[in-house]
């Protein structure tokens, strides 16, 4: 060993060089499995969505649950994410959500547990729901966004500053609108 800094340097540099261990999320060490969401799992969706800041009670979860569209994903047989649905009117020509007859699936905002987020498990819950969709023959998926409709292109604002779920509707293809009941995104399945 020398006594000048750039051998000690040198040095110093070919320790960094060696491997790091990475550590592992659960996901890659199992697979995410996405399933559909029966009204006998109301009590532990309800669960998530508090946990992730829903206001929901366990007899309103029940009911969307009923109408046999919404998904969960399980890790290791624990649910940790959940994506309700079900089937609703939307006009394309005035943008509004309507009653009388059904020809889109509704995609409520997922509810994803903190430690599973960037996993790509809302992404796997929008295409269950799209194909759940296409199951019933329904023209679009859609989804109300946020109540409020920012100054701006909406696109731009999306992709600066959206949520998460925008985020993936976005790379999903949807296009969103402004209405008067808020920021509404919207996909021809």
Same mark, same amino acid.
């Given at each position: 060993?020398?006594?000048?800094?750039?051998? %000690?340097?040198?040095?110093?540099?070919?320790?960094?060089?060696?491997?790091?261990?990475?550590?592992?999320? +659960?996901?890659?060490?199992?697979?995410?499995? %996405?399933?559909?969401?029966?009204?006998?799992?109301?009590?532990?969706?309800?669960?998530? *969505?508090?946990?992730?800041?829903?206001?929901?009670?366990?007899?309103?979860?029940?009911?969307?649950?009923?109408?046999? *569209?919404?998904?969960?994903?399980?890790?290791?047989?624990?649910?940790?994410?959940? $994506?309700?649905?079900? $089937?609703?009117?939307?006009?394309?020509? @005035?943008?509004?959500?309507?009653?009388?007859?059904?020809?889109?699936?509704?995609?409520?905002?997922?509810?994803? &547990?903190? +430690?599973?987020?960037?996993?790509?498990?809302?992404? &796997?819950?929008?295409?269950?729901?799209? *194909?759940?969709?296409?199951?019933?023959?329904? !023209?679009?998926?859609?989804? &109300?966004?946020?109540?409020? @409709? +920012?100054?701006?292109? &909406?696109?731009?604002?999306?992709? !600066?500053?959206?949520?998460?779920?925008?985020?993936?509707? *976005?790379?999903? $293809?949807?296009?969103?609108?402004?209405? !008067?009941?808020?920021? %509404?995104?919207?996909? !021809? %399945?």
């Amino acid at each position: 060993m020398s006594d000048f800094k750039s051998a %000690i340097i040198e040095e110093n540099k070919e320790e960094k060089a060696s491997p790091k261990m990475r550590v592992r999320s +659960p996901i890659d060490m199992e697979e995410a499995e %996405i399933k559909r969401l029966t009204p006998e799992d109301a009590e532990e969706v309800t669960n998530i *969505m508090r946990k992730c800041l829903f206001a929901v009670t366990e007899d309103e979860v029940k009911e969307v649950l009923k109408r046999n *569209m919404s998904y969960g994903a399980y890790v290791g047989r624990m649910l940790v994410a959940v $994506g309700l649905a079900w $089937g609703t009117a939307y006009n394309p020509t @005035n943008l509004q959500l309507e009653t009388g007859y059904t020809n889109a699936i509704f995609l409520e905002d997922d509810a994803v &547990l903190l +430690p599973y987020e960037g996993k790509g498990l809302r992404e &796997l819950l929008v295409d269950h729901r799209e *194909m759940e969709g296409r199951a019933h023959e329904f !023209q679009f998926a859609v989804t &109300l966004t946020t109540p409020l @409709n +920012p100054d701006g292109n &909406l696109d731009e604002i999306v992709a !600066q500053r959206g949520t998460k779920t925008e985020r993936v509707l *976005m790379r999903a $293809g949807y296009k969103f609108f402004k209405t !008067q009941a808020g920021v %509404i995104a919207v996909k !021809q %399945i």
